[in-house]
């Protein structure tokens, strides 16, 4: 009722599946981060970038569920993430091998992999009906406006913090996730008049009921005071930077993946609402 059902019925989530997904998930991070650790794997930006590609196909294999081509359960959400942070697992413990070995370096490695594992999924996905296009001209508008305080601030050297490559992609991810969901659901009756697009809304239990209280703009705000409190407190509290620098990759891959997914039924705008929040 409270896993399995949600899965089929895509009826968002529920305070008992959260938990136990975010306990699972805790466990998760720690158990690979000790796994990683034995192989002194060093986490920088180059690491982050090499993931980007893998995250990239996992969100367009989640959107193709979305649009009916490919079926559930497994290829919606935790069960596709759950694939993917296994295949990823896999592909750094071979990058580990062959960089030991000077063939190539990780990160590379990770990079290549990935756009070749995101290329017949794009392709699938680029071959689906016209996208509205729109809602990628609003979230770029707004979130240009959202991210220009925080780019001159990194510009000007006035925060220590954002100067950190790691912690800026965190902010910046974030913000683009809670973007998203804000121009989806602010701009609902735009989209059902204009386009026939219907059903979204948020999945995620906290975020819902802070939306249905407040409204879709609560979302940026959410993401900046929750995004900023993790830096202070990590940069702060952290002194292991590799740790520190594991830390902020997981808080990028959940930008991605995060609690602020919508569900799209029957749309054609999952290339926002999907790619940029799933």
């Known amino acids: 009722r409270y896993f399995v059902e949600p899965i089929f019925t895509k009826e968002g989530y529920n305070i008992f599946n959260t938990i136990t997904y975010f306990l699972i998930f805790i466990f998760g991070i720690y158990l690979l981060y000790k796994i990683f650790k034995k192989f002194k794997l060093k986490f ?5 970038l090499g993931l980007i590609p893998i995250i990239f196909a996992a969100a367009v294999i989640r959107v193709l569920e979305d ?3 490919l079926p559930a359960p497994f290829f919606v959400t935790p069960m596709i993430w759950i694939i993917f942070i296994l295949y990823a697992f896999f592909l750094i413990l071979i990058g580990i ?8 370096e990780l990160w590379k490695f990770l990079l290549i992999l990935g ?3 995101s290329i017949l999924p794009f392709f699938m996905y680029i071959s689906t009906p016209p996208k509205n ?3 990628l001209i609003f979230v770029c508008f707004w979130y240009l406006i959202f991210i220009l305080p925080f780019l001159f601030m990194r510009q000007k050297k006035l925060s220590k913090i954002l100067m950190d490559k790691l912690a800026f992609c965190v902010l910046a991810f974030h913000l683009l996730d809670g973007t998203s969901t804000f121009v989806a659901l602010e701009y609902n009756n735009l989209w059902v008049s204009e386009f026939g697009i219907k059903g979204y809304f948020e999945q995620h239990v906290f975020p819902r009921f802070l939306i249905n209280y407040f409204g879709a703009w609560i979302m940026v705000p959410l993401k900046l005071v929750v ?5 202070i407190l990590i940069f702060k509290y952290c002194k292991d930077k590799n740790l520190r620098n594991y830390l902020m990759i997981v808080a990028c891959v959940l930008g991605p993946v995060s609690y602020t997914h919508l569900r799209a039924h029957e749309t054609s705008l999952h290339l926002v609402c999907r790619l940029l929040l799933e």
């Open 67 to 69: 649009l009916g081509i």
């Open 97 to 104: 091998y062959l960089e030991k070995r000077s063939v190539i």
């Open 44 to 48: 920088n930006f180059k690491f982050l």
């Open 115 to 117: 756009i070749l594992t």
């Open 133 to 135: 296009y729109l809602a």
């Open 227 to 231: 995004v900023l409190t993790f830096l």
